[in-house]
């Protein structure tokens, strides 16, 4: 398969289809501010807040603990 059959399939994904992608293996950290204090919030791929820590580490870990892979989403 050349670059341009690649990038045709992508095309030819929905935005639900491509959401859909790894939904059940990507979790991702988000960095907030709670009452005054940095926290780091993981979600599921899609969008779903599941947790709430105290250090980005431990985000990191408690994803990988449970089977996940961590992305980043800059």
Same mark, same amino acid.
């Given at each position: /398969? #050349?670059?341009?059959?690649i990038k045709d399939r992508f095309? =030819? *994904?929905?935005p639900q289809d491509f959401a859909a992608l790894g939904i059940d293996r990507l &979790?991702?950290?988000k960095r907030i501010a709670r009452d005054g $204090? %940095?926290?780091? $919030?993981?979600?599921? =791929?899609d969008g779903d807040a599941v947790a *709430? *820590?105290?250090s980005q #580490? /431990? &985000?990191? &870990?408690t994803i %990988? $603990?449970?089977? %996940?892979?961590p992305v980043s989403v800059h």
């Open positions: /398969m #050349d670059g341009t059959q095309i =030819a *994904l929905s &979790a991702y950290v $204090e %940095l926290r780091f $919030e993981i979600h599921t =791929a *709430l *820590l105290g #580490d /431990m &985000a990191v &870990a %990988l $603990e449970n089977g %996940l892979v």
